[in-house]
């Protein structure tokens, strides 16, 4: 089995900074590409960073040049670095890597179980 586990969400002051962490834990042949989603209340989720295994990145408009997508594939850890923090920021933000686990067949795709981020104005 393989699990997406997250850490690092919590309050902080429009302007301030947070670090998200995700670690994909199991037994686990390879990981492709890892992604940082988020979804704020009454609406859809969204992606936000996306991180190739090469280390090729892409960021939505919105957090561009504020937020740095890293990973560490020795401990199969993808991060998310998020500077100048906005109040539209404010979301439940998640990881999803594509994992290849030892005894499947191939690639899928996981999830991590979400921390919330909260931006006040």
């Known amino acids: 089995q393989v699990q997406l586990v997250e850490s690092g969400g919590g309050l902080v002051q429009a302007g301030g900074s947070l670090r998200l962490s995700c670690k994909a834990v199991?037994?686990?042949?390879?990981?492709?590409?890892m992604d940082w989603y988020r979804q704020a209340p009454g609406k859809q989720r969204e992606l936000v960073a996306h991180?190739?295994?090469?280390?090729?990145?892409t960021y939505a408009d919105s957090v561009k040049g504020r937020f740095t997508i890293s990973r560490d594939n020795r401990v199969n850890a993808v991060y998310l670095q998020m500077n100048s923090l906005k109040p539209e920021d404010t979301a439940v933000y998640y990881c999803?890597?594509?994992?290849?686990?030892?005894?499947?067949?191939?690639?899928?795709?996981?999830w991590g179980q979400g921390t919330q981020v909260t931006v006040s104005s």
């Open positions: 999803s890597a594509h994992v290849w686990a030892r005894g499947s067949l191939g690639y899928s795709v996981y």
């Open positions: 199991g037994s686990i042949y390879g990981i492709n590409d």
């Open positions: 991180i190739t295994s090469g280390g090729s990145t």
